[in-house]
T-cell receptor
Framework: QQPVQSPQAVILREGEDAVINCSSSKALYSVHWYRQKHGEAPVFLMILLKGGEQKGHEKISASFNEKKQQSSLYLTASQLSYSGTYFCGTARSARQLTFGSGTQLTVLP | DGGITQSPKYLFRKEGQNVTLSCEQNLNHDAMYWYRQDPGQGLRLIYYSQIVNDFQKGDIAEGYSVSREKKESFPLTVTSAQKNPTAFYLC????????????FGPGTRLTVL
């Protein structure tokens, strides 16, 4: 079951904040977040294991609500370099990921 | 430097031809994966392998084949049976720990003429 990401696209000005959501109808083992620039490979951002722990990476952080099977990615004070497509990958075991269809983020000067 | 390499970066093929995409990793990862990405779409799993000489079909395996004769290598063959093979193909690998994630190679863009 493919996770559902929202919104599909978002446009920001530099310095603004954004939230990207990822929901699954199945119980999850972990959620993985990636960012992909056009024509390049996805780059790993962070992993969240079940337990609701929030992780952070500079001005990008994420949370995982195990009861709702939902994860959110928070981008604060966005920079031009944050532009790209963000994917969540959900795992029901340690073996494989199922990816959402992506959220296209555009940061304007 | 450790990482995943894919070759070639761009590949053109005539209809009816088989083509093999290379994927090599020196991360000592046991698991390897092949994904297909179409414009504006997410990643769809073609095949994956948890260990040498073993592999499983993913969600869209029809028209593709793989082999895993060595831990470092997981080549993907796109056969003439694949009806719409033009896409961006990504290879990934992953360690065995539950906290490990998948790391991706740079991808191969295949165009069928």
């Amino acid at each position: 079951q493919q996770p559902v990401q929202s919104p599909q696209a978002v446009i920001l000005r530099e310095g603004e904040d954004a939230v990207i959501n990822c929901s699954s109808s199945k119980a999850l083992y972990s959620v993985h977040w990636y960012r992909q620039k056009h024509g390049e490979a996805p780059v790993f951002l962070m992993i969240l294991l079940k337990g609701g722990e929030q992780k952070g990476h500079e001005k990008i952080s994420a949370s995982f609500n195990e009861k709702k099977q939902q994860s959110s990615l928070y981008l604060t004070a966005s920079q031009l370099s944050y532009s790209g497509t963000y994917f969540c990958g959900t795992a029901r075991s340690a073996r494989q990921l199922t990816f959402g269809s992506g959220t296209q983020l555009t940061v304007l000067p | 430097d450790g990482g995943i390499t894919q070759s070639p970066k761009y590949l053109f093929r005539k209809e009816g031809q088989n083509v093999t995409l290379s994927c090599e990793q020196n991360l000592n990862h046991d698991a390897m994966y092949w994904y297909r990405q179409d414009p504006g779409q997410g990643l769809r799993l073609i095949y994956y392998s948890q260990i040498v000489n073993d592999f499983q079909k993913g969600d869209i395996a029809e028209g593709y084949s793989v082999s895993r004769e060595k831990k470092e290598s997981f080549p993907l063959t796109v056969t003439s049976a694949q009806k719409n093979p033009t896409a961006f193909y990504l290879c990934a690998s992953k360690g065995t720990a539950s906290t490990d994630t998948q790391y991706f190679g740079p991808g191969t863009r295949l165009t069928v003429l």
